[in-house]
């Protein structure tokens, strides 16, 4: 499925941008070609132009218009030296040659035989291995001139090779940037295309594992249940007061449903964006005061002792419920995992804009290996000791929502052996 999607935005986004590269290129080269084949017509028409018409006795009439800046001669004619012109009779034979090459009449007439036949003055001829344009003009003798051979056209040629092999030149070089263009830009959009779907592709995996744990915890529970259901209905002569064991397992698989199912609608509340929360300013030094009570006296059955180093007078706005809760998570924490005869430090300190809470015990601590999953759903670092305390592992995962959820920051730190801590900043 997310093969899929990467390939449908990667060919996407290639499209796209190659669309636009061929357009920008085209764009360029059209605009070329277009001012290097103005050039070349204009190089063409710098000669006479021939207007036809009828006299009084339906005669043709061909006159020729001369610029100002053209010599008025017989034989009128920009000549360069890329340009060569040939006078044409009317049977297609070459009367006169204007040229500046050294070239047999045979030459010429190879020439002037493709131009007749091609016809089309926009296509070049290949003569003398270079690329011709020409323009067939038609003329007429002077009638004032006796015994001039009579001249029905002018071929003008033009040497355009240069032109032509520099848009040949132009055309490759942006056919080779365009194709170098797309390989690169397929490498970086194959990169970013699987940049952007790796976070859906790790919550889709997130979604799928979450449901997995959460299935299986509701189906301890459920099983318990079902069985201690089962032996009531084969002992339906029994008293009730004989079958209170057996109600009294199905109690606790109903009570550790419903701890269950209040925990995970919590972190559906905390992850709804559009969820309303009360960010009202209160005195945290002595919520965590009232905190500590119960939770001290927890710790005399182990013979932990309890110290605490709280600052006076500060206030936290913020969601008072979900802090006490984050509190009683990490202090509930704190007195399971210590060892026995060990210790707990709670500390609060305010440090310029930031209120810092710390919350250390003593005890095995959480391997290294262990420590970058601790805040996801359900994980428990010591698999051996799931269900043991009845909790499922989404305590710190509730506690990371509702400390970022305020703008703050969770992190753990853990010697083996020796002391674990865990650190909320807040904004003060």
Same mark, same amino acid.
């Given at each position: ?19 636009l ?8 080269y059209?605009?070329?070609a ?21 006299d009084?006795?339906?005669i ?15 034989s ?46 926009r ?41 032509? %092999?520099?848009?040949?030149r132009?055309?490759? &070089?942006? =056919? ?5 263009? #797309?390989? +690169? *830009? @397929?490498?970086?959009?194959?990169v ?19 449901? %997995? ?6 189906? &301890?529970? =459920? ?5 201690? #259901?089962? +032996? *009531? @209905? ?10 209170l ?14 701890y ?11 992850e ?6 009360? *960010? ?11 905190v ?7 710790a005399?059955?182990?013979k ?9 007078n ?6 008072e ?40 015990n ?11 999953y601790?805040?996801n759903?359900?994980?428990?670092a ?12 989404l305590g ?10 305020m ?10 052996g ?10 003060g």
């Open positions: 499925m997310f093969s899929k999607l990467r390939n449908s935005m990667l060919w996407f986004n290639l499209f796209v941008t190659g669309i590269i061929i357009t920008a290129f085209m764009t360029i059209w605009s070329t277009s001012k290097v084949f103005s050039d070349i017509d204009s190089k063409l028409n710098m000669l006479p132009s021939v207007d036809f018409s009828l009084e006795e339906g043709v009439d061909i006159e020729l218009d001369v610029s100002d800046t053209q010599p008025s001669n017989d009128i004619m920009v000549q360069t030296s890329e340009m060569f012109s040939l006078d044409m009779d009317v049977n297609g034979r070459i009367v006169a040659v204007d040229s500046t090459f050294d070239l047999s009449d045979h030459e010429y007439e190879q020439v002037a035989e493709q131009a007749l036949y091609q016809k089309n003055s296509h070049p001829v290949s003569w003398q291995g270079r690329q011709w344009r020409f323009k067939n003009i038609p003329v007429v003798p002077d009638k004032n001139v006796e015994n001039q051979t009579e001249v029905r056209s002018k071929l003008t040629f033009l040497d355009v090779t240069d032109s032509y %092999s520099s848009l040949t132009l055309r490759n &070089t942006l =056919l080779a940037v365009g194709g170098g263009v #797309l390989i +690169v *830009l @397929f490498l970086i959009s194959y970013f295309a699987n940049r952007a779907i790796r976070p859906l592709q790790e919550a889709w995996e997130k979604q799928k594992q979450f449901v %997995s744990d959460a299935s299986h915890e509701l189906k &301890t529970p =459920l099983s318990i249940m079902n069985a201690n #259901l089962g +032996v *009531l @209905f084969e002992n339906q002569q029994e008293t009730i007061e004989s079958q064991k057996w109600m009294g397992y199905m109690q606790k698989g109903i009570d550790r449903m419903t269950l199912i209040h925990d995970l609608l919590r972190l559906a509340r905390l709804d964006k559009n969820h309303q929360r009360n *960010l009202i300013p209160f005195d945290f030094s002595q919520m965590i005061r009232d500590l009570a119960p939770f001290e006296a927890a005399v059955a182990k932990i002792t309890f110290t605490h180093d709280i600052s006076a500060i206030l936290l706005k913020g969601d419920e979900g802090v006490q809760h984050v509190l009683m998570i990490l202090l509930d924490n704190a007195v399971k995992y210590a060892n026995e005869g060990g210790n707990i430090h709670v500390s609060l300190t305010k440090i310029k804009s930031q209120i810092q809470l710390k919350i250390s003593t005890g095995s601590g959480i391997p290294d290996e262990d420590l970058q601790i805040f759903r359900f994980y428990r010591d698999a051996s000791r799931k269900h043991e305390d009845g909790s499922f592992g710190l995962s509730i506690a990371k929502s509702t400390v970022e959820l703008g703050g920051r969770i992190a753990v730190r853990s010697e083996g020796k002391w674990t801590t865990f650190t909320c900043v807040f904004r």
